[in-house]
C-alpha cells in the first residue's frame, strides 16, 4: 500500500505492521529514509536499484583483510549460541566469504551458507566450504531443513523482511534458533550523528530495526525471542567465558548493533 508524505511523494506503508503512518526521518544521497510512527521500522524509501551488483570484489576488500578477527568473533559467537543450542544444521544467510560457515565447521557444526553474491560464494568455495549463490527463496530447502539461521548484517538488505523471515521459520526445525545480527536504530548513537551515522547507507540498507520494530517481525513471523542463558546445562570449552558474556550484555550493550535470539513458535 502507499501513501502520500507532507510533500506529496509516495510512501508505501511499513513491511512489518503495514501501518501506513511512515514519516520523514533523514535524507542522505539522494535516497529519503522514512520512519514508521508504530512500530519503529525505518526504511530507505525510494528502493534503491540493482542492489545485488554492488557486492563486488571491492565490497568484500576489508572484510578479507580481516579474516583473523572475523573467525575469532565467529567462534565467539557460536559459544554464545550454543548455550541455547547444541551443533546441529546451520545456516549461515549472507555467509559472504564463509568465515563463519568455515568457525562453525571447526566447532561440530554441518554448516552451509548463501549469499548473493557470486564472487563471495565462489571465494567461499574455494575454501572448501558447502555454500550456494542466490537469496534463501530461491534455494528452496525443505521444511525443517536447520536447526539454526544465523544471518549477520543481513536483515537491513532484503528486500521483503517479512516474507524473508517467514520463510526461515519454514526451513527451521520445531524448536529451532535463529540469530540475528543488524544495526539498532534506536541506539543513542544514531540520534547524535543522524546521517553520519556509520550504518546510515541508503544505496544497500532497505530496513533499519530497532528492539520494539524486531519483535514485532518476529512475533509475525511466528517466533519468540529468547537469550542466551547465564545458567545453563551446556558445558563445552569456554562456556564460563560464554556463560559470562551473556550476564554482561543484560546489563550493558555498548554497540549500536543489537543481536537478537528467537526460537521457532510451537
Known amino acids: 500500500m502507499m501513501h502520500s508524505d507532507q510533500e506529496g511523494s509516495l510512501v508505501r506503508s ?14 542522505k544521497d539522494g535516497y529519503r529514509v522514512y520512519r514508521c510512527a508504530n512500530c519503529g521500522l525505518a526504511f530507505t524509501h525510494p528502493m534503491p ?14 572484510y578479507r583483510r580481516r ?15 550454543e548455550l541455547l543450542i547444541k551443533p546441529g544444521r546451520l545456516l549461515d544467510i549472507g555467509c559472504s566469504l564463509g568465515y563463519f560457515v568455515e568457525a562453525a565447521l571447526a566447532r561440530g557444526w554441518d554448516a552451509c551458507g548463501i549469499d548473493v553474491s557470486d564472487y563471495a560464494v565462489d571465494e567461499a568455495r574455494r575454501l572448501g566450504l558447502n555454500v550456494f549463490a542466490g537469496t534463501l527463496e530461491q534455494m528452496k530447502f525443505q521444511s525443517g531443513s536447520f536447526d539454526c539461521v544465523t544471518m549477520w548484517d543481513v536483515l537491513e538488505h532484503v528486500v521483503d ?31 547524535f550523528m543522524r546521517e553520519r551515522w556509520r ?6 540498507h532497505i530496513y533499519y530495526f530497532g528492539r ?55
Open 14 to 27: 511499513c513491511n512489518v505492521c503495514e501501518d501506513i503512518n511512515c514519516r520523514l526521518l533523514v535524507c
Open 49 to 62: 536499484d540493482r542492489l545485488f551488483e554492488q557486492y563486488d570484489a571491492k565490497y568484500f576488500e576489508l
Open 67 to 81: 579474516r583473523s578477527f572475523r573467525l575469532k568473533r565467529a567462534d565467539s559467537r557460536l559459544r554464545q549460541i
Open 161 to 191: 523482511p517479512t516474507k524473508h523471515m517467514t520463510e526461515v521459520r519454514r526451513i527451521l526445525a520445531p524448536g529451532g534458533l535463529v540469530v540475528i545480527g543488524t544495526p539498532n536504530i534506536d541506539h543513542p548513537v544514531f540520534w
Open 199 to 204: 550504518h546510515l547507507k541508503p544505496r544497500e
Open 212 to 266: 520494539s520494530s524486531m519483535e514485532t517481525l518476529l512475533r509475525k513471523t511466528h517466533f519468540r525471542v529468547v537469550r542466551p542463558p547465564v545458567l545453563a546445562r551446556a558445558w563445552f570449552p569456554g562456556h564460563i567465558r560464554a556463560r559470562f558474556r551473556a550476564a554482561l550484555t543484560r546489563i550493558f550493550r555498548p554497540n549500536d548493533v543489537m543481536t537478537v535470539y528467537a526460537r521457532v513458535q510451537e
